[in-house]
Structures are given as C-alpha cells and as structure tokens.
C-alpha cells in the first residue's frame, strides 16, 4: 500500500462534515395526487383574485381627455427656439354626464416616450438625490454641466425631461359662476421613494444649499422653487419630480398627477356637470394625451 505524498495531503479538504459532503438532506417526493392539489388549489385562487380584480375595475370610472391635436398651436409655437420662454394656453371644455363618488385621481398619459432607454435610465445621480453631494454630476451624461461649466441640479437626461405642464381643473357651477377644483400635490409618490430614495440635503435654506450650481435646461424653475405654496414639496422631495423620476417600462405609460381635496363643494367627489381643463402647455417637441 502506497502512502499518499505530504503535498496532496495538504491538498485534501477538512474532515469535517460539510465539507465532506455528509450533511443530513432531505429530499422532497410529490406524488401525483400532490401535485394536481397545488396545481388545482392555485387555479381557483388566481381565479377568484382575477373576479375579485375585474369587479373592482368595472367598478372605477374614468374619463380621458386628449389635449394633444386641440393644444398644437402650442406645440409648434414652442419648437421654435426663440419661443421657448413663452406661455401658451389652451382651454378643453367637457361634460361629466354621471357623478364620480370617492377618491378621484388624475393623471397625465404619454405616448412613444422610450424611458426604458438604458443611456437615459443611467443618466442620474443617486448620490445627488438623496442630498449627499448636489454638485456629484458623473454620472448624468450629457446633462452634467451649464455651458459656463457650473453643475445642474438635477442632472441628467431623466430630470431634464420631466414633465411640466401645469393642468386646471374647473368646474361650471352655472353659466356665469366657474370655480377651480381644488387638487392636492402631496401624496403621490411611493413610500419608499419619498422618505428613502430622496431626499434634499440637511440645510433648512434650499437656496443656499444649491448655491452654485443651475437649472436643468428644460425647466422654467430651480429645484427649490418648484411649489411656492407647499415648500416642504419643493427641491427632491417634489412629488411631481419623483413621479417623473421613476422610470417607466413601456413607451406608453401615465403617471399620477393630482388627486381630488375633497372639501366644500366636492366633499362626496366630482359632481356631473360641465368642466374644462386649462392647460399651461410647457412640454417641447413631445406628443402625450391626458388622462382623468
């Protein structure tokens, strides 16, 4: 009998026994009888979630009003770059034949808007977002830096195309006597994104926190200066700015956009009758339709 060299030896694992491979193990047996109770237990509840989800829907109502075509005067007057900076209104009136109890949500739809890109996915700063260095910029190609070489906030090509179109909701209470239905901006966002994913550097000042660096070059406004009525909503904790953050999936997609304060004259919902949308057209060079 030959007696192994002291070099392979050394080689050899620990005589123990997970590495021997000598752990107890169990090994799960389904017999038929098993398996079609799953498969047959599972069915019935998917079904039942699937009635449950389907009655839920027909349940909703909704309502979707296209500004597209009726906004696009708008739409050429701001292609042009001399016309960047200049207001355009339009005005969509409609009917609400039926009344719309509870919540009521609005949201905005876009069409052929590709933010599943990789390259424009990639084009932000986490480290900007959540207040730890507003000046961090590497990563936001090509929204990095002004031509005067000083750093936006927030960069890259996500936050530069957000959307901002400002929508009013009126209500005609008669022929003579409009009022605007009071919409809140807060509460649009995922937990997870409001209180962890952003958030705006420790200073109570947000101007003197973003001192020394600009605007991104589609936005008419700074960070901190987005919701003068609101100024905890303002700099990255913006609801608006969050919503848009979160990049979507497919190249048609809405967001959330408002949600209905339900007070006064619309403490049950949206009462039918006549409305119209005022729309501040902000948006360049892109095709979307709203949705309510």
């Not at 700063?125 to 959540?130: A, G, P």
């Amino acid at each position: 009998m030959e007696e192994t060299p002291q070099h392979c030896l050394s080689r050899l694992p620990d005589n123990s026994a997970l590495k021997q491979q000598e752990l107890p193990a169990h090994r799960l047996y389904f017999t038929a009888r098993r398996v079609l109770f799953v498969f047959f237990t599972t069915g019935i509840f998917c079904l039942c979630m699937g009635i449950i989800l389907i009655l839920s829907a027909r349940s909703t109502q909704e309502i979707e009003i296209n500004y597209t075509r009726i906004c696009a005067n708008c739409a050429k007057l701001r292609e042009n770059a001399s016309n960047f900076d200049k207001e355009c209104t339009c005005s969509i009136p409609f009917y609400l034949s039926g009344k719309m109890m509870g919540n009521v949500y609005m949201y905005y739809k876009l069409y052929g808007f590709y933010q599943n890109l990789y390259r424009y996915v990639r084009s932000r700063s986490n480290r900007q977002l959540v207040g730890k260095d507003v000046k961090a910029v590497e990563d936001c190609a090509p929204f990095k830096m002004s031509d005067n070489k000083t750093p936006i906030v927030p960069c890259g090509a996500i936050a530069n195309s957000m959307f901002n179109d400002t929508i009013i909701l009126s209500h005609n209470i008669n022929s003579s006597v409009q009022i605007k239905v009071p919409m809140l901006k807060s509460g649009l966002t995922w937990w997870t994104d409001k209180y962890v994913k952003f958030q705006n550097p420790s200073s109570k000042n947000l101007a003197d926190e973003f001192r020394g660096t600009t605007k991104p070059p589609n936005w008419p406004k700074p960070i901190y200066d987005l919701d003068k009525k609101d100024p905890r909503n303002n700099g990255f904790l913006n609801d608006d700015f969050i919503v848009w953050m979160r990049a979507a999936a497919f190249p048609t997609f809405k967001k959330l956009y408002g949600r209905l304060n339900r007070t006064h004259h619309f403490i049950e919902g949206l009462p039918a009758g006549n409305y119209s949308f005022n729309i501040i057209y902000s948006i360049l060079s892109y095709h979307f339709s709203f949705w309510r």
